[in-house]
């Protein structure tokens, strides 16, 4: 790569930014050449100073950069310039670890979107359910990309966003069989995400936030030992415990999962069944749920051992909120999260208009450590 400091003898454009924001770019300059950094910092200051539409189009507009360079150029900037999406993310781990201390968890969301495009030529798209137009009754399809993206929670100005540091494509069956490649699903995907970050950071202990697409042995069975999941999870889930230890001379295939337990439900409508008031942190502030724990052995998901899981919901008949967290015996923390929604990521990203009874919650120590 050429030296960074050659990028200044090229006319740039007049951004009208502070300087430390453009501080804080200066640690990626080693993912780029001097040209090609120059573009970067020029395309993430129009970002910040778009006010419309976050277009390409609009933000070197926003920057003041058409007299700069052909707009072409920056559109290749994406397709054709030397730096990869993955070494961005994986500096952006590191720069977020950084600033995090050291015995917290690095709380990581993981979710798919949906973007809406339009025209028949567009590259790997299809047809994908809308949630946001869909309803319980009429489901709605739109013709688009559907991203699985991977973002960690950072506490800022006493709020909580939700930075994305990497994503995948997910391509259908029909595309996959156009193109000859192998199909792989969302959870695969996102499954090769998390252990991007596990491995980007192995002295942080992470919890990866999911909902229910995402709460199965894909992405449970071989998680990182740094990793802890919390999904969602069915009332009717079909749980069993550890298998029995192998007895001498024994014959046969070994047990993979011992006797059938009863279902969540089932344990959470029981009587006596052991109800617990839960402080938790949602929106800025700190509400009260009632939620029963059932530490029991996962063996629906997983085949290899997974050890102790807690179930929690929400005691309401108006919106119950059923969650799994699934915890390694070795976990450095050494105790079981708990979480009244496995929605929780989605509060992060955007506010739901809901009541408050009905807001995803988040689990009490992330909300109030981070």
């Not at 973007?115 to 949630?131: E, I, L």
């Not at 449970?220 to 298998?243: C, F, K, M, Q, W």
Request: proline letters at 7%; one cysteine or more.
């Amino acid at each position: 790569m050429q030296p960074n400091h050659l990028a200044l003898e090229v006319p740039v454009p007049d951004m009208v930014i502070v300087g430390s924001f453009l501080a804080q770019l200066q640690p990626f300059a080693s993912l780029f050449t001097a040209r090609t950094f120059r573009t970067f910092q020029v395309l993430a200051c129009g970002w910040v100073l778009a006010l419309g539409r976050h277009t390409v189009t609009m933000a070197v507009r926003a920057a003041n950069a058409t007299q700069w360079k052909h707009i072409r150029s920056f559109h290749r900037f994406f397709s054709k310039a030397r730096w990869g999406l993955d070494q961005l993310g994986l500096m952006l781990v590191r720069r977020i670890d950084l600033r995090v201390t050291k015995d917290l968890p690095l709380v990581v969301a993981l979710d798919d979107t949906l973007g809406r495009r339009t025209g028949k030529t567009v590259a790997f798209a299809s047809m994908h359910r809308d949630p946001l137009r869909s309803t319980k009754v009429r489901p709605v399809f739109s013709w688009g990309h559907l991203w699985v993206v991977l973002g960690i929670t950072v506490r800022l100005f006493d709020k909580i966003f939700c930075l994305p540091v990497f994503f995948r494509l997910y391509r259908s069956k029909k595309v996959r069989a156009r193109y000859k490649t192998t199909y792989r699903t969302m959870p695969e995907l996102g499954a090769e995400l998390v252990a991007l970050v596990a491995k980007a950071v192995p002295h942080r202990a992470l919890v990866v936030l999911g909902d229910g697409a995402y709460s199965n042995h894909l992405l449970v069975e071989h998680r990182p030992a740094n990793v802890t999941v919390v999904g969602r999870s069915r009332l009717d889930a079909a749980i069993y415990a550890a298998p029995p230890p192998r007895q001498p001379g024994q014959m046969g295939r070994p047990r993979v999962r011992g006797v059938k337990l009863p279902a969540p439900g089932l344990q959470a409508d029981a009587k006596g069944a052991p109800w617990q008031s839960l402080e938790v942190f949602v929106y800025g502030r700190t509400v009260s749920v009632n939620a029963v724990g059932l530490p029991q052995v996962l063996r629906q998901l997983c085949t290899g051992p997974v050890g102790p899981i807690q179930a929690t919901r929400q005691r309401s008949k108006a919106n119950p909120l059923d969650d799994l967290c699934h915890k390694r015996p070795t976990d450095p923390r050494g105790r079981s999260e708990r979480s009244a929604d496995s929605k929780a990521f989605k509060s992060l990203v955007a506010p739901s208009r809901e009541p408050t009874s009905h807001r995803t919650l988040v689990h009490q120590q992330i909300g109030r450590d981070l």
